[in-house]
């Protein structure tokens, strides 16, 4: 496996994907190719697209999941393996130009890697000093200097609490907008964070964290490129495919679990309404009725893995629920229906 990330709870989403040869995969979030090079490992005989947004990433993806086995057998000689260098949300797009409408499974693994921590001049961390930068694509020019030193107060302060709950989000904004200087460094942010959740205590150490986390997520977009490659994740899915989703902090979980919630109900009509209007068919039948945790031995040998959660989900069959008119649970719904 790939020294540059270890796959979260890799084992689980394997199983959980129920990999079948010749069968079409994706990996949306390929990172240092640890889940991909599971994936293979464990049916090499699939056809993998695996997407990341960021270039580094890709580049070592490849070294990973290209170099030679001892037995001979490359991927590299395999025409099923494919590394696409694109946001997720791109998917549909780049899936459609290479003649794919549907896929089999998919597999999101959320956040950054470790590599992106751990790499000091992408600007993640507030451990490391370097340019304010958080881009995971490094062809987008919004960056989080840009953010810290041009938004308003008032929004850079709704960042900090909706991203991250921060309780002194108003004060952490106005006190880096008294900055006389533009902040252009890590250094320079945590410093400030510090002059409002003090130094040196378990604080100030949870508020640089959350600061930097709710950056983070603004700077990339995150969420709202979630929400959309999940919906068009689920329409991708050919009946009896997979979606399996590791999240690593509530946000990116609510927005998993109510998309699967959404997807897995006949109706979304209000209650108040007796006669289901809305015609919406379920697409998903949930597979973890609550969401998956990494074991104690897991979190114990990768601390990265204490926070994760995964959530799968399995497409139904089409016309799964043709003719139906009524609300299910209503009145005028079939007998033994729920
Ligand atoms: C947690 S890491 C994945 C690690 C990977 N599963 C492994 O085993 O090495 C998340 C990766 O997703 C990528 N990423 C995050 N958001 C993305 C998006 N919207 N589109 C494409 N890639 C994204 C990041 O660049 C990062 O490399």
Same mark, same amino acid.
């Given at each position: 496996?790939?020294a540059f990330?270890?796959p979260?709870m890799?084992?689980e989403c394997i199983d959980l994907l129920?990999?079948?040869?010749g069968k079409?995969?994706v990996d949306a979030t390929?990172?240092?190719?640890?889940?991909?090079a599971?994936?293979?490992?464990?049916e090499p005989?699939?056809?993998?697209?695996c997407?990341?947004?960021d270039?580094?990433?890709?580049?070592?993806a490849e070294?990973?999941?290209?170099?030679?086995?001892?037995d001979?057998k490359?991927?590299e000689?395999?025409?099923?393996?494919?590394l696409?260098k694109?946001?997720?949300v791109?998917?549909?797009?780049e899936?459609?130009?290479r003649k794919?409408k549907?896929?089999d499974g998919i597999l999101?693994?959320?956040g950054v890697?470790?590599?992106?921590?751990?790499?000091a001049e992408?600007?993640?961390?507030?451990?490391k000093?370097?340019?304010l930068d958080?881009?995971m694509?490094a062809?987008q020019t919004?960056?989080?200097?840009n953010?810290v030193n041009?938004?308003?107060?008032?929004?850079?302060?709704?960042?900090?609490?909706d991203?991250?709950d921060e309780?002194n989000?108003?004060?952490i904004?106005r006190?880096?907008e008294?900055?006389?200087?533009p902040?252009s460094t890590?250094?320079?942010?945590?410093? $400030?964070?510090?002059?409002?959740a003090?130094?040196?205590t378990?604080e100030?150490?949870?508020?640089?964290v959350r600061?930097?986390q709710?950056?983070?997520?603004?700077v990339?977009?995150?969420?709202e490129?979630?929400?959309?490659? $999940?919906?068009?994740?689920i329409?991708?899915?050919?009946p009896g495919?997979r979606?399996?989703?590791?999240s690593?902090?509530?946000?990116?979980?609510r927005?998993?679990?109510?998309?699967f919630r959404?997807?897995?109900?006949?109706?979304?009509?209000?209650?108040?309404?007796?006669?289901?209007?809305?015609?919406?068919?379920?697409q998903?039948?949930?597979l973890t009725?609550?969401p998956?945790c990494a074991?104690?031995?897991?979190t114990?040998?990768n601390?990265?893995?204490r926070s994760?959660?995964?959530?799968?989900a399995?497409?139904?069959?089409?016309g799964?629920n043709?003719?139906?008119?009524f609300?299910?649970?209503?009145k005028?719904?079939?007998?033994?229906?729920?």
């Open positions: 496996m790939s990330h270890t979260v890799a084992k129920n990999l079948r040869a079409v995969y390929t990172g240092g190719g640890g889940h991909s599971a994936m293979l490992e464990a005989e699939i056809v993998l697209y997407f990341d947004q270039e580094q990433a890709v580049k070592v070294q990973v999941l290209f170099t030679k086995s001892a001979g490359s991927p000689k395999s025409p099923s393996v494919e696409i694109a946001n997720f791109q998917m549909r797009t899936l459609a130009l794919i549907g896929i999101f693994d959320l890697s470790s590599h992106q921590l751990d790499n992408r600007g993640f961390s507030f451990e000093d370097a340019p958080m881009r694509d062809l919004y960056t989080a200097f953010a041009e938004l308003e107060v008032h929004q850079l302060a709704k960042i900090f609490k991203y991250s309780l989000a108003t004060r904004a006190a880096i008294r900055a006389e200087k902040i890590t250094k320079e942010l945590a410093r $400030i964070i510090e002059t409002v003090g130094t040196g378990k100030s150490l949870k508020a640089k600061i930097f709710a950056l983070r997520i603004h990339n977009s995150e969420l490129y979630l929400e959309s490659a $999940i919906v068009d994740a329409n991708l899915l050919n495919g979606i399996v989703v590791l690593y902090h509530s946000l990116e979980d927005i998993i679990k109510q998309a959404l997807a897995a109900q006949d109706c979304i009509c209000p209650a108040s309404i007796m006669m289901c209007v809305c015609k919406h068919q379920r998903l039948k949930i009725k609550s998956l074991s104690e031995a897991e114990k040998m601390p990265r893995s994760a959660k995964l959530r799968a399995e497409k139904v069959g089409l799964y043709k003719g139906k008119e609300k299910s649970g209503s005028y719904a079939a007998k033994g229906e729920k």
